[in-house]
């Protein structure tokens, strides 16, 4: 089951199962891990769109209870997680990068059938964007905004970003974060180097003049 269409994104809620056993962060012998990243994301691709602001993850784990207490060799639960998010990050994935991640939770469920697992998607802002819409304006300083290719041709939206560079820049303390987080974007920048690798297409914002 997977709910990746418009209108579930719209009301901040995606949900999918998938149907192939999780593996440890701590099992990465003949590439497990890649193998299992590249087999959940068969799945995301599919999704036309991706999540971009603060979300909340809930993973239920379904195995039978015979393997939870019978193998000596269990997983521990903690450690699917990671392999797990990893798989949902990127242009292929459901999420631009874990960063946005503020919550994880996760289950045991006892179940008769192979192992799998189900994960819901929650994000209380509503930031998402059509993939293929995707881009992220970069600045000098290597912090990125997610945008779209259609507005940064807008020039008073190109405007304001500028603006909200100049204000992130200079924010170095706690007192300057709450100064001005009044006149900031809901949607968070992040760093380069936590995306450069997904996937995703970039643009200089210094390239990106505003015309007076």
Not at 2 to 11: A, D, Q, R, Y
Not at 148 to 160: T, V
Not at 175 to 195: A, C, R, S
């Amino acid at each position: 089951m997977c709910t990746f269409e418009k209108s579930n994104f719209e009301n901040g809620y995606v949900k999918f199962t998938a149907n192939i056993k999780p593996v440890s962060i701590q099992n990465n012998g003949g590439g497990k891990r890649a193998a299992f990243k590249n087999e959940l994301q068969q799945i995301t691709r599919a999704s036309d769109y991706i999540i971009t602001g603060t979300c909340w993850i809930a993973i239920d784990y379904y195995c039978q209870h015979v393997k939870r207490v019978k193998n000596p060799s269990v997983y521990d639960i903690d450690n699917i997680i990671k392999p797990i998010i990893d798989g949902l990050v990127g242009k292929d994935g459901i999420i631009i990068d874990d960063v946005i991640v503020n919550r994880v939770t996760v289950n045991w469920v006892d179940t008769p059938h192979d192992d799998s697992f189900e994960v819901e998607i929650e994000y209380p802002d509503l930031l998402f964007s059509k993939k293929d819409d995707l881009i992220f304006i970069k600045s000098e300083s290597g912090w990125c905004f997610p945008s779209s290719i259609e507005l940064i041709k807008n020039n008073g939206y190109m405007e304001m970003m500028h603006n909200y560079y100049r204000r992130w820049d200079s924010i170095s303390t706690e007192d300057d974060y709450y100064n001005n987080i009044g006149n900031l974007p809901f949607q968070n920048f992040i760093y380069h180097v936590k995306i450069r690798d997904k996937g995703f297409e970039f643009v200089e914002l210094k390239s990106l003049q505003v015309i007076s």
